[in-house]
């Protein structure tokens, strides 16, 4: 059985550092700055003496000006791009210092990532970095230019694909031991006597079922990756969350594809018991598959 869910999401990683740059620790205070009116900036001169708040970097497509896109960012400063070639940097004016961890200067910081994630291909800048002036942020995007168009140019056209597999029984214990000949006798031997088990016979008994689910979890994650792979482009397994949950995983997939895979989802279902469920979430942006980079000026 395969169940198409929504999952609604507002966390964005933090996945690119720029070394030198302003990473301010949980204490501290905000310092407000005036709006700011100007164009995008293509030079990365000072428009002004404030720093430069920085948001992500991103492949704008042929599409610089962004037209229709009017986004505020941290403490009400409109949010520009600082241009090298054919990629930029998101920033917009905020003083050099220290920045608090919270829900204020949080919110702008994921809402503008994701907007322009949901346009363009992008990686998420570390909370918090702040580099003194334009010209800075200028000089770190010329400097790794070769790292950061190679990492954006892996993502480009890409979105991401959410898959779960869960038993669907009402107990796994029951479910192991009606399934597995040797730990039903082991069972058996240790309960079905005139004396109560022990306390080591009840602890072997756990990891011997411990040991049966996670060669289980194993085995059907290669099946469903496997049968996967055909509409994807990487994967990435995160570690099962729920006790009945037997993968979890995210596909990297074509922008153009998304509903090959869903299909594809299908027919690896098929290839289970009734007893496994199959969900599927998507499409997404790919902030799963978006590399750490550590920016040098």
């Given at each position: ?7 609604e999401s507002?966390?964005v ?27 995008p900036?293509?030079?990365?001169q000072s ?19 962004f ?15 600082i241009?090298?070639?054919?990629i ?15 829900r ?7 809402d ?7 346009t363009?291909t ?15 942020v200028?000089?770190?995007l ?7 168009r ?21 107990n ?10 040797e730990?039903?006798?082991l ?8 004396s109560?088990?022990?306390t ?8 011997v079922?411990?040991d049966?689910?996670?060669?289980r ?18 994967e990435?397994l ?8 037997v993968m ?16 594809m ?18 499409p997404w ?12 000026i």
């Open positions: 059985m395969v169940q198409e869910e929504k999952i507002s966390r990683p933090d996945l690119l550092e720029i070394a030198g740059s302003t990473v301010p620790p949980l204490a501290g205070s905000a310092v407000s700055s005036q709006r700011s009116r100007q164009s900036d293509t030079s990365g428009r002004d003496s404030e720093g430069r708040f920085i948001y992500a970097v991103i492949l704008p497509n042929g599409n610089p000006d037209v229709g896109i009017d986004l505020i960012g941290l403490d009400g400063c409109e949010v520009y791009m241009l090298y070639r054919d930029a940097a998101i920033v917009s004016d905020y003083p050099v210092g220290a920045i608090k961890l919270i204020k200067n949080l919110s702008p910081y994921h503008v990532t994701r907007r322009f994630a949901e363009c992008t990686i998420p800048a570390r909370f918090g970095q702040i580099a003194e002036d334009g010209e800075k200028l000089r770190v010329r400097r790794n230019y070769p790292r950061i190679l990492e954006l140019a892996r993502l480009d056209q890409k979105v991401e694909m959410g898959v779960k597999v869960f038993w669907e029984v009402d796994l214990f029951e479910y192991f031991v009606k399934t597995d000949a730990l039903r006798s069972r058996d031997r240790i309960f079905f006597r005139q109560p088990p022990t080591l016979e009840l602890i072997a008994l756990g990891g079922v411990s049966r689910m996670n060669a979890k194993e085995a059907v994650s290669q099946k469903v990756v496997s049968a996967l792979r055909r509409a994807s482009v990487e990435k995160d570690e099962p969350s729920e006790e009945k949950m979890s995983g995210w596909f990297l997939v074509s922008k153009e594809r998304p509903q090959d895979f869903v299909a989802v299908h027919e690896a279902a098929c290839l289970l018991g009734k007893e496994y469920a199959v969900k599927v979430n998507g942006v790919p902030f799963n598959f978006v590399e750490h980079i550590e920016l040098e």
